[in-house]
């Protein structure tokens, strides 16, 4: 697609029950990054995708968390047993390689709003 | 961990006025990026600068990457309402083969007519 495409938009759950958020990157881009952000807050750094690298999960906030990407397509990240604390915005992003060598221009998609009841 | 700091965490101005946002970290960071995002989509890339000391002009935005690539600098020059928005600060960290980017704690600004 044209850009990164997040699915579902909006989520509403009950506390305890798993949910799983979809993202589909820019074809082509080996990076791949899950944002949590609270609202009206910066984004917190959940995990990072990079080719064929071992994912850096250092920001996931618990073992509720995990994250799972097919080669360098869809990634999934799932939340077991959602507490409150877990309403927010679930952003992803996708990049190439920048002109560092590194770091692309990040892109992001609209982002799916989790709301635990 | 690195940390970066933006200020103001919130600015509301009116339309002419000019301001500055600051991001700052204690950390070397090989690059930094500016983003802004608006309500119900996700943030879009405004600038990247590399160099220690770099000034970017992007149109009424001036950007600067400080000398020992520590912290950055966003003026904007006679706001206007389309700047409202969240500001975010992005640096880029390198160890080995891998990179990452961390993001600033935002800064929000409101432009009123």
């Known amino acids: 697609g044209a850009g990164v495409s997040q699915s579902p938009s909006n989520k509403v759950t009950e506390k305890g029950k798993d949910v799983e958020l979809r993202c589909d990157p820019i074809s082509g881009h080996t990076a791949l990054y899950w944002y949590r952000q609270r609202l009206g807050q910066g984004l917190e750094f959940l995990i990072y995708?990079?080719?064929?690298?071992?994912?850096?999960k250092s920001g996931l906030p618990s073992d509720r968390f995990s994250a799972e990407r097919t080669g360098e397509s869809v990634s999934t990240l799932t939340i077991q047993r959602t507490q409150q604390e877990d309403s927010a915005v679930y952003l992803c992003?996708?990049?190439?390689?920048?002109?560092?060598?590194?770091?692309?221009?990040?892109?992001f998609g609209p982002g799916t709003r989790l709301t635990v009841l | 961990t690195q940390l970066l700091e933006q200020s103001p965490q919130f600015l509301s101005i009116q339309e002419g006025e000019n301001l500055t946002v600051y991001c700052n970290s204690s950390?070397?960071?090989?690059?930094l990026q500016w983003y802004r995002q608006e309500p119900g989509e996700g943030p879009v890339l405004l600038v990247t600068v590399v160099t220690g000391g770099e000034v970017k002009k992007l149109k009424r935005l001036t950007f600067q990457f400080g000398d020992a690539r520590k912290d950055s600098s966003l003026h904007i020059t006679a706001a206007q309402p389309g700047d409202t928005g969240l500001y975010l600060c992005a640096g880029e960290a390198v160890t080995g083969t891998a990179s990452k980017l961390t993001f600033g704690t935002g800064t929000r600004l409101q432009v009123t007519l």
């Open positions: 992003a996708s990049s190439s390689i920048g002109t560092s060598g590194f770091v692309g221009e990040q892109f």
């Open positions: 950390s070397v960071f090989s690059s």
């Open positions: 995708f990079q080719g064929n690298s071992a994912p850096d």
